[in-house]
């Protein structure tokens, strides 16, 4: 049996997958988590062979989990079945170790038999984002994305340089370079287009 923990924070499609999967002879739903930490907990203990994720959920991210996990040296591998068909969020997906990236509107067969591809050691991309993935180098450098990022969620640049152990004169100068690169008119115009491209 190929034991999986499923990570969604809409509940009715968590329990559509997990009645989908469960109709797999081979396959085991051992545990769901509504949020990105619990996803998080319920790996570490329950150590499933697989975890199936979205991206955008409360507390932590899928990308954040998957990247936890390989920091960790957990065993498990991460697929991660989104609506998000950008080859930017791909790309992060491979750099955190996720072994699997589906869209939710992919055939139910079709995540069964990624799951299976995974557990067996290999990957399982979306064919129509696979090509697009190389081509989508994210500008930015890990910094301007951290300040990036701090910066859409409303804090100013005092609140970010505190976060991040930064002076101010610092983060303001990763803003400018970011807002640059992204030829946007500010900071907030800066984060929404890294956010659509899946830089953030």
Same mark, same amino acid.
């Given at each position: 049996m190929i034991r999986i923990v499923l990570a969604e924070d809409q509940g009715l499609v968590l329990g559509a997958l997990s009645a989908l999967l469960s109709l797999e002879s081979d396959l085991e739903v051992v545990g769901q988590a509504a949020d990105g930490q619990a996803a998080l907990d319920l790996c570490l203990s329950l150590t499933p062979d697989v975890l199936v994720t979205d991206i955008e959920m409360p507390r932590l991210s899928g990308l954040d989990v998957a990247e936890r996990l390989r920091a960790a040296g957990s065993p498990v591998r991460v697929i991660i079945v989104t609506t998000f068909g950008r080859a930017g969020y791909l790309r992060r997906a491979?750099?955190? @170790? +996720?072994? @699997?990236? #589906? #869209?939710?509107? +992919?055939?139910a067969e079709e995540l069964a038999g990624a799951i299976r591809r995974v557990q067996a050691g290999g990957r399982s991309i979306a064919p129509e984002l696979a090509e697009g993935a190389w081509d989508a180098q994210s500008p930015l450098t890990e910094r301007e994305r951290q300040v990036l990022q701090a910066a859409e969620d409303g804090a100013g640049t005092g609140a970010i340089a505190s976060k991040l152990g930064l002076s101010e004169g610092t983060v303001r100068n990763y803003l400018s370079e970011a807002i640059s690169k992204l030829e946007a008119r500010g900071r907030v115009e800066a984060a929404r287009k890294a956010r659509e491209l899946g830089w953030l």
């Open positions: 491979l750099e955190v @170790g +996720a072994r @699997g990236y #589906l #869209l939710k509107d +992919a055939p």
